[in-house]
């Protein structure tokens, strides 16, 4: 079973429109961490933003918020105003007790002039 | 900021040869960390590395791979005789602590074996 689900293969949105690039989860573990990387054409890693299961609030890093639905075990991540830098693909990503991360398959986005 | 650096950026190596990956992981992290990425697919956890000893390691990381931290700064992933489909971008990737909660990633070495 996939622990992590990434519904939207690739995903197209007009420059300065908000994005919500969708994530689920599975875990039965009461202790895990959410996390969402941008990878852009040039191949790197980026961390974006981490959520952990016990935080109260959704995790915010400038233009990026985690909306973090416990009960629905989602994920998502919300770029607001979008730019063309943004284009790139998004991983979401769980890490449950032990130290390894595990990936969805994510999401390809294309931000349009 | 600090940053994991991996070197190199890209090799090419025939099959069956033995390939270094080199990475030194950001100076006051302790677990370390590979994982892999074939082209278009996604990314995928080889090996954890904690007090000097693999802490866990996937499936993937069988005897042909081995990690070892040989002194206080680099992290290196060796695959011993190289196969067609090892072919993929490796990443290193360091954390403060476990449960760390944010895992810094390397800009990745992209190896080709032809």
């Known amino acids: 079973a996939q622990k992590i689900t990434q519904t939207q293969p690739g995903m197209f949105v007009q420059e300065k429109e908000a994005v919500t690039l969708d994530c689920t989860y599975d875990t039965s573990d009461p202790s895990y961490g959410l996390f969402w990387y941008k990878q852009p054409s040039s191949g790197e890693m980026i961390f974006l933003i981490y959520q952990g299961s016990y935080d109260q609030q959704n995790a915010t890093e400038g233009r990026y918020s985690l909306n973090f639905q416990k009960a629905r075990k989602s994920a998502n991540l919300v770029i607001s105003a979008s730019q063309l830098g943004d284009s790139a693909m998004y991983f979401c990503?769980?890490?449950?007790?032990?130290?390894?991360?595990?990936f969805g398959k994510g999401t390809r986005l294309h931000i349009l002039p | 900021e600090p940053e994991v650096t991996q070197t190199p950026s890209h090799q090419v190596t025939q099959m069956g040869q033995e390939v270094i990956l080199r990475c030194v992981p950001i100076?006051?992290?302790?677990?370390f960390y590979w994982y892999r990425q074939i082209l278009g697919q996604k990314v995928e956890f080889l090996v954890s590395?904690?007090?000097?000893?693999?802490?866990?390691k996937s499936e993937i990381f069988d005897d042909q791979f081995s990690v070892e931290r040989p002194d206080g700064s680099n992290f290196t992933l060796k695959i011993r005789s190289t196969k067609l489909e090892d072919s993929a971008m490796y990443f290193c990737?360091?954390?403060?602590?476990?449960?760390?909660?944010?895992?810094?990633f390397g800009e990745g070495s992209w190896l080709t074996v032809v």
């Open positions: 100076s006051n992290h302790l677990y």
């Open positions: 990737a360091s954390s403060v602590q476990k449960p760390g909660n944010t895992i810094y």
């Open positions: 990503a769980m890490r449950e007790g032990n130290p390894r991360i595990i």
């Open positions: 590395f904690y007090n000097n000893e693999i802490s866990e």
